[in-house]
């Protein structure tokens, strides 16, 4: 069965760096694109970033971009998120999550986060 | 970046329907926007519901139905059950490789 399997949460200083993992089993990783979804203590989920299937094509929330750098190693079946200058508002819990594509009406491809796995916690002190 | 609207709460009796929406602080949601919902029972990963506005996910109960209300996505449940009781979030596309997750709909069932 598909899983997907977060690492690498901990505590950090604020202006600090860490590196999540996920690690991907149960599907051919390299045909799907790796969403970051966080969620901050006792508040809604938000979408960090993504990375397409070949890893040519990042995107991220404007509220990360230019400390986050999200990469995959497809030999690893894993995606990373490298977090720099982390700030106090950073702390949550981070999900990766698989996204499926799907032929839309429109003939644009459309897309959803099918699979998530269990989240790991990223706290920030100041 | 725009704001995906949900209702920060709502209750439904045990049986009875509930419809959950999904908008956008500026403008109409369109099914271009793909629009997802998924269910996050607390302290757990969320799962998938409905994707592709209206298209349940593999094994989900037919009393969840996803449909377009107006300009804004909809989550309707039908013949709601305990177990229902849980946050339930939408997510929408917003082009440039952007997505935005709506602030969650907690509903409570009694």
């Known amino acids: 069965q598909v899983l997907l399997v977060e690492s690498g949460g901990g505590v950090v200083q604020s202006g600090g760096s860490l590196r999540l993992s996920c690690e991907g089993s149960g599907f051919t990783f390299s045909n799907y694109g790796i969403h970051w979804v966080r969620q901050a203590p006792g508040k809604g989920l938000e979408w960090v970033a993504v990375i397409s299937h070949d890893g040519d094509t990042p995107y991220y929330a404007a509220s990360v971009k230019g400390r986050f750098t999200i990469s995959r190693d497809n030999s690893k079946n894993t995606v990373l998120l490298q977090m720099n200058s982390l700030r106090p508002e950073d702390k949550a819990v981070y999900y990766c999550?698989?996204?499926?594509?799907?032929?839309?009406?429109?003939?644009?491809?459309?897309?959803?986060?099918?699979?998530w796995g269990q989240g790991t916690l990223v706290t920030v002190s100041s | 970046q725009p704001v995906v609207t949900q209702e920060p709460s709502l209750s439904v009796s045990p049986g009875g329907t509930v419809t959950l929406t999904c908008g956008l602080s500026?403008?109409?949601?369109?099914?271009?926007?793909?629009p997802s919902w998924y269910l996050q029972p607390p302290g757990q990963a969320p799962r998938t519901l409905i994707y592709d506005t209206n298209i349940r996910s593999s094994g989900v109960p037919d009393r969840f139905s996803g449909s377009m209300l107006g300009d804004k996505a909809a989550l309707t449940i039908t013949g709601a059950q305990a177990e229902d009781e849980s946050n339930y979030y939408c997510?929408?596309?917003?082009?440039?490789?952007?997505?935005?997750f709506g602030g969650g709909t907690k509903l409570t069932v009694l």
């Open positions: 500026s403008g109409s949601v369109s099914t271009t926007s793909f």
């Open positions: 999550a698989k996204a499926k594509y799907y032929f839309h009406s429109s003939g644009k491809p459309g897309a959803y986060f099918d699979y």
């Open positions: 997510v929408l596309y917003m082009g440039a490789g952007i997505w935005v």
